[in-house]
């Protein structure tokens, strides 16, 4: 290639540069500065060294949120991303049907998180909501706000619910850039439904789909609001995920330098998974390009 | 450019460091003339700076401005190490600051402070990143 080198349009970013470090490397410091020190409000701070790091480190209240954490992303994944898949798979490939279900499918993406939490708030009582009426006249024993489990498939079917359509849309934008030709081929070659699959759409979608997992996985490892709002982080603790137990200890405890020693391994595991994540994306393409 | 040039240039980028550095020290707070390392820098300030905090960025500042005037100067070609992916220079900067932090913690995690070993550990670990990653 024989693209010129201009060194000087660097200083183009620099607007850029100037604008994250007020909105982000700024209060990044700040978070840093905290975890080293203890305070009781108005600006008096005292030096506590790496006292935060070591009782975060050693802490069974943060042990328990980091586990459900990765739980819940871990299922939210493994649920998500084959469902995705399988719909984008099946959804019509033109016409009218094409753009009703994609409309449809994006409906969902467009509603608020705290609506989505109020939506499956009421939805999945048992005194008004259709969902936990049916499944209580069904004689199923289903109360979210007092039984670990019913709280956690609620949890699991809204995020399923709110976010495949991300996935499934991603994955439907990867099949329509797959030419006729590869599926003619593989007619010639009469290539089963699963080999045309996993040698054709699969390779083709491998792009699109590490962006969606990494965008679903980062998502569901900050997830904040709606489970807030659906059930509060309870009962008891059993779905309080990082995110919550975070603001719970900044702004209800006033712990500042626990929470911003906890919050930087939290900020350093998304940027470690993000990492990973760039780095294998950029490595599939390149290994494309080639 | 020629040799001078860069020279100028080193030369010019470590006095801007130096004076900084001057500066922090200046700034950092005493106490019967010695210098009060776990002070806060401004009194009743929000954003509660330290001295140890302060050099810790200092030297982060320092890395990406060196990093940034070496890769002008010897353009950076990425290569193919262990971990069988394309690196750069700053790559592997990068990922030998990642890997430090985690080093640190899990140090902190299994044997607690002070960090002095685990930051012996992380030296070894950033020149072994830049020699086969």
Known sequence: ??????NRAWFLVLPVLVLVAFSA??????????????????????WNGLGWF???LQSERMHGAFGRQVLFSAIILAIEVPLGIYIALNMPKSGFWSSFCLVLMALPLLIPFNVVGTIWQIF??????????????????????????DAWLTIIAMDVWHWTSLVALLCYAGLQSIPQAYYQAARIDQASRWSIFRYIELPKMAGVLLIAVLLRFMDSFMIYTEPFVLTGGGPGNSTT??????????VGQFDLGPAAAFSLMYFLVILLVSWVFYTVMTTLDKQEGK | MTRTRWSLIYAAAAAFAAIILGLLF????????????????????????TLPIALFFYTIGCLLILFTILAVRFPETPRVGVLRIETTRGDRLFISLLGSAFISLAWLAAF??????????????????????
């Open chain 1, 1 to 6: 290639m024989d693209k010129t080198q201009n």
């Open chain 1, 124 to 149: 999945g009582r048992v005194d008004i909501g259709l969902l936990g009426h049916s499944l209580a006249a069904l004689g199923i024993d289903y109360n979210y706000t007092n039984d670990p489990l």
């Open chain 2, 26 to 49: 200046m700034a950092a707070p005493r106490e019967d003339g010695a210098i009060a390392w776990t002070d806060p820098m401004v009194p009743g300030g929000w954003m509660a700076w």
């Open chain 1, 241 to 250: 995920f990082l995110s919550i137990d975070l603001v719970k200890m900044a």
């Open chain 1, 54 to 56: 070591e009782d975060m």
């Open chain 2, 112 to 133: 607690g402070a002070p960090l002095t070993p685990a930051l012996i550990l992380c030296l070894v670990y950033a020149a072994a990143v830049f020699r086969w990653v």
């Open chain 1, 25 to 46: 490397v700024i209060p990044l410091m700040t978070v840093v500065n905290y975890a080293f020190n203890d305070t009781f409000g108005q600006n008096q701070f005292f």
